[in-house]
């Protein structure tokens, strides 16, 4: 009891000290170094006596926004699909890159920006640190679920400087380009998060399996304008439709075919008649013997199949995906030269996504059971196509090539959620929460061969002057386009390199006793780090879970819910094939730690 009272109040001071640790002393940096650059500064701009219309902010600034949204929209949401990490997936993606922006720009700042002893920042150094933000936010992917808010600063912390120098290396050093970050933020972003994952492998991860589904709703919705059903601490309610129907659980299958159970919309008859009853306020923790026994004889929702998903929170992700999709052709052509450059960057990538989706949804439902479509992959392989191009959208690609290249990162990227994730985590040991080695790993190290090709077969005649801004030292006569090539499959292997490193160091950093990591059987938990409210009518069951109330249907209401909106048509729903005639409802095992 001692033991738990220590770590409590360890865990109560652990973050905001860290917190206060970490921005004090980004503070006192910023105080000392950070000042304004000429087309920010009020004295130096208008001293130029120029145009306002010729600040760099105005052709900058949209596609900044455009980045800053796929950061803590697109990234978030695409991390909230487990069913009780939701608060967790968009609030430590909140944290995380609210952290890496003020130090990426010290970082950066240092390698690109430093003269007369300061760091000189403007719209461009916002976009700069946005890009490390993103690769931090891939390798929190690999360990999401798994890891406290505390290691989570630290592991940002170290990344973001081996990011620094891995980007300075390439860009100014070696003079690879890359201008989307198929190198310098996908491959490493991913392979620094894949290695730190597996320093930090649990081998009875398994005791928190049921918690890596999916809930089609969550609250999650309420901060962009559309509240939804979730279960307490962020899982899902008790879908009737799902219990069998037997005994008195068959009187609540025959009434609801949504995603919560409404107190008011079930029959009141027998034992059933209590969970109508009047109830308000959040259930009360369950406690002694009593708690040991909900615990253990929790309702596993959907087809008692560890790590189940329900049709019902891939919708949150969903939104993820949207958001990074559309923005994805400014991500990749934010950095490039004005012009032609970047129009053609954002063209290459325009095509390429489209390419990547069409490719996903054709091998999703090609190697899906009974012909249907993958959620995870729909979700993930069709973002593939913006990766593949980060290194050559700047190029003379070809609209062409940007189709081609789209369709193979699509079909790679959906093969590998389906044959090799599975693989990663039985014989490597790395167990990847959420799929960044196909979506950004592979893919990444795709667009690198890419760009090596493409700048293998830069000419003259079809750059003209435009070679100067693509490749100038080609321009210059200082490399040969095969020597470009050399060069970029180096950058790759530099990338790998740094990326492999920096993960086990990390890893290590991470594992320290005193960080407090999350116990094998509470990972994918909300309510280890957040408050979370709910209001539910206690179970009085016993095979039953605390239920969700929901407002009372007016009398005249359908709750049948007609085949053609049933999801379960197109795409693998998650225990949706469960057996009528499975016998009583399956229940988990009790958690044995403590």
Sequence with gaps: MAGSSRRAASRRLQLPLLCLLLQGATAILFAVFVRYN???????????????????????????????????????????????????????????????????????????????????????????????????LISFGAVLGKTGPAQLLLMALLEVVLFGVNEFV???????????????????????????SRVLYRPQLDKSKHRQGSVYHSDLFAMIGEACCSGVGGGPCVSAARLPARGHTAR???????????????????????LASDFSGPCPPPRGHAGRLEQATRVRLHGGRPGAASPHSAAARHLGTIFLWIFWPSFNSAPTTLGDGQHRTALNTYYSLTASTLSTFALSALVGGDGRLDMVHIQNAALAGGVVVGTAGEMMLTPFGALAAGFLAGTVSTLGYKFFTPILESKFKVQDTCGIHNLHGVPGVLGAFLGALVAWLATHEAYGGGLETVFPLI?????????????????????????SVGGGVGGLLLKLPFLGSPPDSQ????????????????????????????????????????PSLDATLAFQVPGEHEDETQGPLRAEEPDTRA
């Design 170 to 196: 390439l860009l100014s050093l070696l003079g690879v380009r890359d201008a989307g970050g198929s190198m310098t933020i996908h491959t490493f972003g991913a392979y620094f998060g894949l290695v730190l």
């Design 252 to 274: 609540l299958a025959s009434v609801f075919s949504g995603p919560c159970v409404s107190a008011a919309r079930l029959p009141a008859r027998g034992h059933t008649a209590r």
């Design 523 to 562: 990972c994918y938990e909300d309510q280890i780090y957040w408050e979370v409210s709910g209001t539910c009518v206690p179970s009085s069951l016993g095979a039953l879970p605390s239920l969700c109330l929901l407002p009372p249907l007016p009398a005249h209401t359908s709750l049948e819910r007609p």
């Design 38 to 136: 000429h087309e920010t500064d009020a004295a130096l701009w208008h001293w130029g006596n120029h145009s306002t219309a010729d600040n760099e902010f105005y052709f900058r600034y949209p596609s900044f926004q455009d980045v800053h949204t796929m950061v803590f929209v697109g990234f978030g949401f695409l991390m909230a699909f487990l069913q009780r990490y939701g608060f967790s997936s968009v609030g430590f993606t909140f944290l995380l890159a609210a952290f890496a922006l003020q130090w990426a720009t010290l970082v950066q700042g240092f390698f690109h920006s430093f003269h007369g002893g300061h760091i000189h920042v403007g719209v461009e150094s916002m976009i700069n640190a946005d890009f490390c933000a993103g690769a931090v």
């Design 475 to 499: 321009a210059k006569g200082e490399r040969s386009a095969k020597s470009q090539a050399v060069y970029q499959l180096f950058g790759l292997f530099v990338t790998l390199m740094f990326a």
